[in-house]
Structures are given as structure tokens and as C-alpha cells.
């Protein structure tokens, strides 16, 4: 834990942060394929054609690190939800500028295709289940990163000053966070494989739904093991963001229920309704736990 | 509630996650507790008294809010 004595960590926790933001931004670019429509607007500003695919690549990358750097520059000592609104909007123009650049994971439709055969087109439900296999799997990967590599592991992942007790991850953090992360993966293998029961051909629904059901019974499992081994706040914090989260949730169903009694809109889909508790209580629990302590509800009383 | 916590900790040179280990609690509530974002059950305000041997009210002060 030598790196949690120095005074210095916090600052160098910060260059490792914005490393490891460039190597996963990196990563990301990887996976992708330069877009037509930005070859071609390049090729009108008169790039040359063999330096347009390196811009296309290059261009993300920069601009993700770039909004990265200046929203914590623009927010530093700002209040949280001013901070979460600004990442959310530069995090919006990197996101434009990585989808105009750049067809990410090009080659995974093609692997999808050979492993369970054609899918439908995926409709407004089935992104959102994609959107959040990918936010679970990321989140699960960043976990067991810090769960592997401890303080060092912690040290790398900040993007911001700490205090230099935030970097000590000893063995109680290391084993909880490496059952958070299994428990994520878990919950996003049962979102992907929930998407893919929906749009598969018929013949191979059924084993997407059972490799659903695998995931969220491991989910569900690892969730029972981790509450037993949680102290007193962080239950708290756990059922501070179910409670919150089932709040948001019936206030959104009781409105379309309304909406519905004018034929405004159809009827709730059962896969909607997942989809909607799981993303309100994963953006719940990550605020709870960025704060780092119940103060909305009870307020620790 | 406003406490010692903090200060007691430092006298001992201990950490916040010497002190979590010591509590068979998390270093989040620890820091919880000292940064006044959290006041702890009763249970573990026992378990920190005694640890500390002092009495409840020596730690934890009742001030009223202002």
C-alpha cells in the first residue's frame, strides 16, 4: 500500500487515468471500420485518400480523451449533477464523432451471424438491451480490472484528484469487487442473450432464453452472496438505489398506463419494463455510489 | 452528527483501512462516518467505542445541526 502513503499519488493517479482512458479509447477505435460518409466528406475537404482511414481512426480517439480532459477542466469544483450533465454532453459530441468516423465492432455482426444465424432488425427495446449488455460488460471488465490489480489497479482508473486513502484497495475491496464484476458480466450476458431471444430465428429462441435465465440466475446468485458480505452503509446504499429506482420506475409506468387510456401509446412490453428497472437502477446506483454516501434518502440518520 | 473519529484514527496512525479492518467494516464507511456523511447503527457505534475504549459520547457528539 506504498502508493496510498505518497502524498504524490493523487497527481499521478491522474496521468494514469488519462492513459488508460487513451488505451481503452484506443481499444474502442480498434474494433471499428472508417465510415464512407466520413471518407467522403474528408475526400471534399481534400484530404489525401491515403491519409482519410488514419484521420478516421485517429480523429475519435483524440476527440474522446480530448471532451474527457475538458469537462474535467470546465467542472472542477462544480456541484455532481452539473459534472454528470457536462461528461454526459461531451460524452454525447465524442459519441457523434466516433459513430461518424467509425462502424464499431464491424466484425461482430459477422461472428453473431455464424453463432445463431440471422437476426431481425433490432427494434427501440432491443438497442436499449444492447446498450446495456455493453454498459455491464464495461463496467464488469473496469471492476475486475481494480479487483485484479488492487491500488494499482485503482490508481490507474482516475480521471480526478483523490485523496490517497480512495487508492488503498485492500483484500476486503478486491474480493467484493471481484464478485460485483462477475455479477455484472453475469447481468450482461443475460441482456445480450435477451436481446438475441428476440430477434433470432425461431428455432434457436429457446436457447437464448436459457442463456438468459443462466445469467440472471447467476446475477441473482452472486447478488445474495454480496449482500451477505456487505456492511451496514453499503446495504444501505444498495436499497437506497432499488427503493429510488422502483420509485422512478412506477412513476414512468403509472404515466404510460394514463398515456395508454388515450391510445397515446401501446401497451408496456414485459422486456421494456427489465429493461427500464435494470437502467434506472444501474444510473442509481452508480450516482449513490459517485457520492459515496446515502444522503437523498435518510440521510444517514 | 459531527464526531472524533478522524482524530482518534490519527492519534493511532492508523489508516482508514486499518480502521475498516479493525471494525469488520468497509474503508467507505469509515470515510462516511468521518466525513459526517453517515452516522453508523448503534451496533457499530458500540463496536467503535469499544475499540477506542471510550464511551459513546466522547466520539459521537450531539450538536444540533445548524
Partial sequence: MSLSRSPAAPARARVYGYATLSAC??????????????????????VPEGL??????????????????LAHVLTRKRPLVLRWAAFLLLGAVAGYVLGF?????????GVIDWAVGPLREAGWIEIGLWMLTAVCLALA?????????????AAAMQVEPVAPEDLDVRSYERKMMGWSAAGMAALG?????????????????????????????????????????????????VIDSYAISAIAVTAGAFIWAAASAFGVVGEIDAGLLFLALTAAQLIVAIHITAKGAPQAVGGGA | MKNR??????????????????????RQTVNAIETGRYDPSLPLAFKIARLFAMPIEQIFLDEPEA
Avoid: H
Fill in chain 1, 141 to 153: 471488465g473496469t471492476t475486475a480490472f481494480v479487483a485484479v490489480l488492487g491500488s494499482a489497479g
Fill in chain 1, 101 to 109: 468516423c467509425l462502424e464499431l465492432f464491424a466484425g461482430a455482426g
Fill in chain 2, 5 to 26: 473519529l478522524r482524530v482518534l484514527r490519527a492519534e493511532r496512525a492508523w489508516s482508514q483501512a486499518d480502521l475498516a479492518e479493525r471494525l469488520g467494516a468497509s
Fill in chain 1, 25 to 46: 479509447a484506443l481499444l474502442l477505435v480498434a474494433t471499428g471500420r472508417p465510415t464512407a460518409k466520413a471518407l467522403d466528406w474528408m475526400a471534399g475537404l481534400g
Fill in chain 1, 52 to 69: 482519410a482511414p488514419v484521420l478516421a481512426y485517429a480523429a475519435p480517439a483524440l476527440v474522446l480523451v480530448a471532451m474527457m480532459a
Fill in chain 1, 189 to 237: 450476458v443475460a441482456c445480450g442473450a435477451l436481446a438475441l431471444a428476440r430477434q433470432v430465428e425461431v428455432d434457436m429462441r429457446a436457447a437464448m432464453v436459457i442463456a438468459a435465465c443462466v445469467g440472471m440466475f447467476f446475477n441473482i446468485a452472486i447478488g445474495i452472496i454480496l449482500w451477505r458480505a456487505l456492511d451496514e452503509l453499503q446495504r444501505r446504499m
